[in-house]
């Protein structure tokens, strides 16, 4: 009912970019609120960056002015992006979109979940 796809992660230079993407197929009329986490070997998930469906944003504090999430919202698909500049080693992780649908007009069966894609891998290396 609701599929999350990410894609665009890699293998990159200290202080290079990356633009990761998160396509999700869902229920028409839910509004979907969107983040990203990543999980390091031997670490927990832990937030990116998130976007509500009217488009405020939110970092995490070990990634703000280097990310920025942005999404575009078509009529059968939301995109979800997150655009990685001047990458540190220890950002290396796989990252995650996770959404978690709401509104009004939401079906129960799928607004009670949370939702998560399969992972991106993004590796910096020093």
């Known amino acids: 009912q609701v599929q999350l796809v990410e894609s665009g992660g890699g293998s990159v230079q200290a202080g290079g970019s990356l633009r990761l993407s998160c396509v999700l197929s869902?229920?028409?009329?839910?509004?979907?609120?969107m983040t990203w986490y990543r999980q390091a070997p031997g670490k927990d998930r832990e937030f990116v960056s998130g976007?509500?469906?009217?488009?405020?944003?939110?970092?995490a504090d070990s990634v703000k002015g280097r990310f920025t999430i942005s999404r575009d919202n078509g009529k059968a698909t939301n995109t979800l992006y997150l655009q990685m500049n001047s990458l540190k080693p220890e950002d290396t992780a796989m990252y995650y979109c996770?959404?978690?649908?709401?509104?009004?007009?939401?079906?129960?069966?799928?607004?009670?979940?949370?939702?998560w894609g399969q992972g991106t891998q993004v590796t910096v290396s020093s």
């Open positions: 996770k959404t978690k649908p709401t509104g009004a007009r939401c079906p129960s069966s799928i607004a009670q979940w949370t939702y």
């Open positions: 869902g229920y028409a009329l839910c509004n979907y609120d």
């Open positions: 976007i509500n469906a009217d488009g405020s944003t939110e970092y």
